[in-house]
């Protein structure tokens, strides 16, 4: 008969080896399999899948909290505090801004040449993601903005000599993007990059240099095809005005495939994983409030995943924001991130926010934190080892 301290050597036993392979899978910058949340985000048709199971972003935007951030201001004790209340109010993911404006983190000479980017730079993102994967948020990787061609900033003149030379985009995918990616894709935390934040805007306004697509879509094929290249995270683009830049059947996708291929020398690896647009109650004149209509009736490919981007925490035209989740859920897209959570202007923060994302956790909690029995932190990763400048 086996005794009772026979079965709890075998279990200490069991529990070492489970202890001892983990470990392992860390310190090689990988974290040890689970059931759902916390594991690398994929896709399966047009919904997301952490690990087996079907996840809905019930997110939000955290695009800064000091302009430019990383490699300027950045303050983990601010950022570890914030993340936590997220994850309290039922939220799984955030969209974050890597670089605001291009003034600080990066090195681009005056002709346009990316070189690549600070010790302080990698130093801040390196403690963003660590506490990303302590606290368990999601993060969306903006790595840049139509405010890096905006003449508001002083460098706008050399992003601007950067997109519009072959080679200088070349620089930025090598010496930018792809160290991102390399540094930080063994964090399942960093679950997309989106490439550009509203490049609409460099297209129409003279004050980002009314800049041809062409070259723009030359940066989204070219960087796309060496993410896909160097790792399984899910590409976008946050496109402000989808009914005309994102869809077929009223204007142009210029984020199809073969726009992207097309300008990455026929890449199949050029290509966006999900799409991610913008709503305003401004752009209800295009095609209504996409809220309460498929993505498809909206205009978008139906190929592929669709979330909100961004839209106001403080709700759409006579909905509330609560109503805005659940409405976007019922009509097939695949997750809304209000702008903001900590309410950079007037459109919302957690005040408003918060009450939506802690009812859409509610009713859907195996959808939020799929794999978890409830929203309570589960223990915490061990930190992934950050790799030297």
Request: with cysteine; proline share 6%; charged share 20%.
């Amino acid at each position: 008969m086996r005794t009772t301290t026979n079965v709890m050597a075998d279990l200490r036993g069991v529990l070492s080896v489970y202890w001892i392979a983990g470990t392992v899978a860390v310190l090689a910058g990988v974290m040890p399999a689970r059931a759902g949340f916390g594991d690398r985000i994929t896709i399966s048709d047009t919904e997301f899948r952490a690990g087996t199971n079907r996840i809905w972003i019930n997110g939000a935007n955290t695009p800064w909290h000091k302009w430019n951030d990383f490699g300027g201001g950045f303050d983990a004790a601010w950022w570890d505090k914030h993340f936590q209340q997220l994850h309290e109010n039922g939220i799984n993911a955030t969209r974050v801004w890597i670089s605001c404006s291009g003034d600080v983190g990066i090195k681009i000479s005056a002709n346009g040449h990316v070189s690549g980017c600070t010790p302080a730079f990698w130093r801040d993102l390196d403690s963003l993601f660590r506490i990303a994967q302590e606290r368990q948020i999601y993060v969306m990787a903006t790595l840049m903005s139509f405010d890096h061609f905006s003449d508001k900033y002083p460098r706008n003149q050399r992003w601007r000599n950067m997109i519009t030379d072959s080679n200088n985009v070349d620089s930025l995918v090598a010496n930018y993007v792809v160290p991102f990616v390399n540094r930080y894709k063994g964090n399942p935390w960093l679950w997309s990059i989106d490439l550009c934040n509203e490049p609409d805007w460099i297209y129409e306004n003279a004050k980002c240099g009314k800049l041809p697509w062409k070259p723009i879509q030359a940066y989204f094929g070219k960087a796309s095809a060496a993410v896909h290249a160097n790792s399984g995270i899910l590409v976008t683009v946050g496109i402000s005005m989808a009914p005309k830049y994102l869809s077929d059947k009223r204007a142009a996708n210029v984020l199809s495939d073969n726009a992207l291929r097309a300008m990455a020398g026929g890449d199949p690896r050029a290509h966006v994983d999900f799409y991610a647009p913008h709503y305003y109650d401004w752009q209800g004149r295009y095609n209504h409030n996409p809220f309460y209509m498929s993505p498809i009736a909206y205009g978008l490919p139906g190929a592929r995943p669709a979330l909100f981007g961004e839209f106001p925490s403080k709700g759409t035209a006579s909905h509330t924001t609560a109503e805005d989740y659940e409405s976007a859920y019922e009509n097939g897209w695949q997750g809304a991130m209000g702008w903001t959570s900590n309410g950079v202007d007037e459109t919302g923060s957690l005040v408003k926010l918060g009450p939506a994302t802690r009812a859409f956790r509610a009713r859907h909690n195996a959808l939020v934190f799929p794999g978890k029995e409830t929203d309570e932190p589960a223990a915490l990763a061990v930190p992934i080892p950050a790799p030297k400048p």
